[in-house]
Every structure is written in C-alpha cells, then in structure tokens.
C-alpha cells in the first residue's frame, strides 16, 4: 500500500522560509510525478510545484515562481518543497501527491491522474 506523508508545515511570518516534505512508503517507481498542492479556505485546490523523475521537467504556479523549489531528497522517496519569501496569500493546506508516471497534469498545475495523496499540512503566513 503506497503511502504520502507530507510534513514541515507551520505558522511563519511573512517573508519567511518553510521546507515541506513529503515521505512516500511502498512507492517504489522509476517514472514517477511528484506534486505540491495547496488549498485555502473557502478556495480550490491549486497546484503549486510539480516535477517528473523522466525528464526532471518542473513547473511551478506563477504565484510562487521565484520563490519555492521542488526537489527530490537524497533519501529514497522523499522529496520537498523548498519555500521562501512567504506572504499571507500562501496560507494554505498543503499536499504532496504521486503518480506512477509523468503526468502531463501535474506539469499544468493540475493534480488530475495523480494516483495517490497524502494528508496535508497546514502553512500560516503571518503579516
């Protein structure tokens, strides 16, 4: 059973740095799509990064171009979302999500045909 943890989140001042990560056990793929997602209250879920294993291709939201990476850890299965320069319009519930492929969604910003989802957690940007 493949499972997605994501964690790293919490409550920062704006202009500050926070580095999710996202753990997968039992996701043991060499094509494979990693995905930041986020949702905020009373809004949709936006994709936020995303990066493919086949071709390293990534994308990230115009919101956050700039200022957040995505990257893969030297530990198998993990990977973050490096995030700095933080405004309160990043506040939001963060996910991580897989795909046992590349997913040309994800690389759009959209988390159709990701297979498996973590549970998020919360970033609070405070002004």
């Known amino acids: 059973e493949v499972q997605l943890q994501a964690s790293g989140g919490g409550l920062v001042q704006a202009g500050g740095s926070l580095r999710l990560s996202c753990v997968a056990s039992g996701f043991d793929y060499a094509d494979y799509t990693i995905g930041w997602f986020r949702q905020a209250p009373g809004k949709g879920r936006e994709g936020v990064a995303c990066l493919t294993s086949s071709d390293g291709k990534e994308y990230f939201a115009d919101s956050v171009k700039g200022r957040f990476t995505i990257s893969s850890g030297n530990a198998k299965n993990t990977w973050y979302l490096q995030m700095n320069s933080l405004t309160p319009e990043d506040t939001a519930q963060y996910y991580c999500?897989?795909?046992?492929?590349?997913?040309?969604?994800?690389?759009?910003?959209?988390?159709?045909?990701?297979?498996?989802w973590g549970r998020g957690t919360q970033v609070t940007v405070s002004s």
């Open positions: 999500a897989s795909a046992r492929y590349t997913n040309s969604w994800c690389l759009a910003g959209y988390g159709y045909g990701m297979d498996y």
